[in-house]
């Protein structure tokens, strides 16, 4: 919506907006309750959807913390904060083109970087899973359509 907004600001400068191009704020004022409403309950959840999606990866694959010797179950979880919070934001806002460009896009680098792609994969996977178990269906669709494109750019190996 933020992205949207501000391109009609430059492309409508010094003219009045057509009706056409104004549709985008009447989905966004339809949409808001949900989208606060979804945002209250993943602010309210997130630490036990984290914790238990941290539970579940554990129980389903064993060495998913470590590297080496290395126990990651603490990066780990800072990072899926991070990312479950700039979803819940993109939800709030409904902006997924500010989410993709400003942070996952970043975030991708880092993930590669290490060859975090499969643990990606499948964290944001799980995590769906915990946000349809915990959230109403319509405040999850939005939120999982959020972890989805985070499953799916976090989740990509680097081109070579």
């Known amino acids: 919506m933020l992205s949207r907004a501000r391109k009609l600001g ?26 606060r ?7 309210a959840a997130e630490k036990q ?12 694959y064993p060495n ?11 990066k780990w979880k800072t990072d899926t904060l991070r990312v479950l919070r700039h979803c819940a ?3 709030l806002t409904a902006d997924s083109d500010r989410f993709r460009e400003n942070f996952l896009v970043w975030f991708q680098t880092m993930m590669q ?11 944001y996977q799980l995590l769906q899973t915990e946000i349809k178990r915990l959230l109403p269906p319509a405040e999850a669709a939005m ?12 989740g990509e190996t680097a081109v070579r």
């Not at 998913?64 to 603490?74: H, I, P, R, V």
């Not at 939120?143 to 499953?151: D, G, M, N, T």
């Open 89 to 91: 934001t993109a939800v």
């Open 64 to 74: 998913f913390f470590k590297a080496g010797k290395q126990d990651l179950s603490a």
């Open 10 to 35: 430059i492309e409508a400068e010094g003219r009045y907006a057509a009706d056409s191009e104004l549709v985008f704020w009447e989905e966004y004022a339809a949409s808001f309750a949900l989208r």
């Open 37 to 43: 409403e979804a945002y209250r309950h993943l602010r």
């Open 113 to 123: 970087a290490f060859s975090m792609h499969e643990q990606c994969n499948r964290t």
């Open 49 to 60: 959807i984290v914790e238990q999606t941290q539970t579940k990866l554990a129980a389903l």
């Open 143 to 154: 939120v999982c359509e959020a972890l989805e494109l985070s499953r799916q750019i976090l």
